[in-house]
C-alpha cells in the first residue's frame, strides 16, 4: 500500500482566497482524521470521520473551515476565505477500527497564506 | 491546558549518550502511543501501551506505561544521530480520536 496520501505538499496562496487540502486514506481503513500543526499549538484535531460520516468537527476552528469524504477514498480540507494566520502543515491520518490501535499520517501539505 | 505534557521540550544530546523522556497526564488512559516525527514528514506509530506497568522494547528504545495508566516514558540507550526528531506520546481521551502531547525534540550529535 503506498499509505496515506495528501496533495499538494506544499501551498502558497494570498489571504481571501479559497484553498482545498486533498487526502486519500488507506485502503480498508474506516477512520480518517485531519489534524493542524504549529509550533505553538503542536498537533491539533480539526476533524475526523467514522465510515465516511463525520464524528466529531468541535477542532474546526471557525465556519472558514469545513471537510468532506464523498467516499472511502477520498477527503478534502477547504478554507474559504484564508487568513494569514491559517498557515501551518495539515495532515491526514487513517487507521482501523476505532483509532485505537495507531494512526498512519500523510506526509503533510503545507500551508503558507501571504 | 495540555492533556499530555511531555518533558523536555527540548533534549541535544551526543551520540552514545543515553536519554529519557516523559509523557505525564493527571487523566488515566486507556492506553498510550509514542510517534517519531522527522522533518517534512507526518508522525509514525512507534509503539502501543495498554497495561499498566508494560514495558516494551523496540532495539534500543524502552516503554513503559504507568502503573496507574497516567504516565509513559521513553528511554534511548547508546543514542545514534539517526534517533533525532520529535517524540510525540498520544492517547485516547474518550471515543476514538486521539490527543497529542507537544512533543520532545531531540537531537543527537555525531
Known amino acids: 500500500d503506498a499509505g496515506v496520501i495528501q496533495s499538494p505538499r506544499h501551498e502558497v496562496t494570498e489571504m481571501g482566497q479559497e484553498v482545498t487540502l486533498r487526502c486519500k486514506p488507506i485502503s480498508g481503513h474506516n477512520s480518517l482524521f485531519w489534524y493542524r500543526q504549529t509550533m505553538m499549538r503542536g498537533l491539533e484535531l480539526l476533524i475526523y470521520f467514522n465510515n465516511n460520516v463525520p464524528i466529531d468537527d468541535s477542532g474546526m476552528p471557525e465556519d472558514r473551515f469545513s471537510a468532506k469524504m464523498p467516499n472511502a477514498s477520498f477527503s478534502t480540507l477547504k478554507i474559504q476565505p484564508s487568513e494569514p494566520r491559517d498557515s501551518a502543515v495539515y495532515f491526514c491520518?487513517?487507521?482501523?477500527?476505532?483509532?485505537?490501535?495507531?494512526?498512519?499520517f500523510g506526509s503533510g501539505t503545507r500551508l503558507t497564506v501571504v | 491546558t495540555q492533556l499530555l505534557e511531555q518533558s523536555p521540550q527540548f533534549l541535544s544530546i551526543q551520540e552514545g549518550e543515553n536519554l529519557t523522556v516523559y509523557c505525564n497526564s493527571s487523566s488515566v488512559f486507556s492506553s498510550l502511543q509514542w510517534y517519531r516525527q522527522e522533518p517534512g514528514e507526518g508522525p509514525v506509530l512507534l509503539v502501543t501501551v495498554v497495561t499498566g506497568g508494560e514495558v516494551k522494547k523496540l532495539k534500543r528504545l524502552t516503554f513503559q506505561f504507568g502503573d496507574a495508566r497516567k504516565d509513559s516514558s521513553l528511554h534511548i540507550t547508546a543514542a545514534q544521530p539517526g534517533d533525532t526528531g520529535l517524540y510525540l506520546c498520544?492517547?485516547?481521551?474518550?471515543?476514538?480520536?486521539?490527543?497529542f502531547g507537544e512533543g520532545t525534540q531531540l537531537t543527537v550529535n555525531p
Open positions: 491520518a487513517s487507521s482501523s477500527g476505532q483509532g485505537v490501535g495507531g494512526y498512519t
Open positions: 498520544a492517547g485516547p481521551p474518550g471515543g476514538s480520536r486521539l490527543t
